[in-house]
């Protein structure tokens, strides 16, 4: 199947500061990639669809301002954290669409902790 | 709106022995596909089968198969054979036909005993 790169595996960062998340689709070209939130032992919750050279559709209670999702080009596109505050430590996880099935590819999550 | 429901939140089953886990959903519409996941410690979401509305006949992956209801919107999915490799949450989605986005249960966490 397709390969879709999530960097960096792990980040740990200050309160206040912000950490930027990146999804790359390795062999494949995505119009659309997602980006979703997991807490321990919970499911995939949704927070946005990224859309290629338009802006992020996000999910209703998750603040466009402090999650900045930016898909510049058809293989990239980026979450950036801003401000972040210890409540936002979470698995993070990205996926991108290969159509025409548009079967979902995952990445392999980034494991942000923010002290 | 779409819901998915997984009412076992723990399974377990002895390696080689076979084991089913539910999943039910809620829709209105008549095209979409339904997908379930395996989730292993590492984090990485793996596909483990797909069906799609349309069709009848119900998807088979090697040991993996589904008893697809659509009437009764209903996915499960047997594993046969068990192995130690098999623990992990699997989770069951919905995607409808007209949107890419997926919608998840809240998971399963299956543990294999030698």
């Known amino acids: 199947g397709a390969v879709v790169s999530q960097h960096p595996s792990r980040v740990i960062c200050k309160s206040g500061t912000s950490v930027k998340i990146e999804c790359r689709s390795l062999d494949f070209q995505a119009t659309t990639m997602f980006w979703y939130r997991q807490f321990p032992k919970k499911s995939l919750m949704l927070m946005a669809t990224s859309n290629e050279g338009s802006k992020a559709t996000y999910e209703q209670g998750v603040e466009k301002d402090k999650f900045l999702i930016n898909h510049a080009s058809l293989t990239l596109s980026t979450l950036t954290v801003t401000s972040a505050h210890p409540e936002d430590s979470s698995f993070y996880i990205c996926?991108?669409?290969?159509?025409?099935?548009?079967?979902?590819?995952f990445g392999q999550g980034t494991r942000l902790t923010v002290v | 709106a779409q819901t998915v429901t997984q009412s076992q939140p723990e399974m377990s089953v002895q390696e080689a022995e076979t084991v089913t886990l539910s999943c039910t959903y809620d829709t209105s519409e008549s095209d979409y596909y339904l997908f379930w996941y395996k989730q292993p410690p590492s984090r990485q979401m793996i596909l483990v089968i797909r069906?799609?509305?349309?069709?009848?006949q119900n998807a088979t992956e090697n040991r993996f198969s589904v008893n697809f209801q659509k009437a009764a919107k209903s996915f499960s999915l047997k594993i046969s054979d068990s192995q130690l490799g098999d623990a992990a949450m699997y989770f069951c989605a919905y995607r409808s036909a007209s949107t890419d986005k997926l919608i998840f249960g809240t998971g399963t966490r299956l543990q294999v005993f030698p």
């Open positions: 069906q799609e509305a349309y069709k009848q």
């Open positions: 996926s991108a669409a290969q159509c025409p099935t548009c079967e979902a590819f």
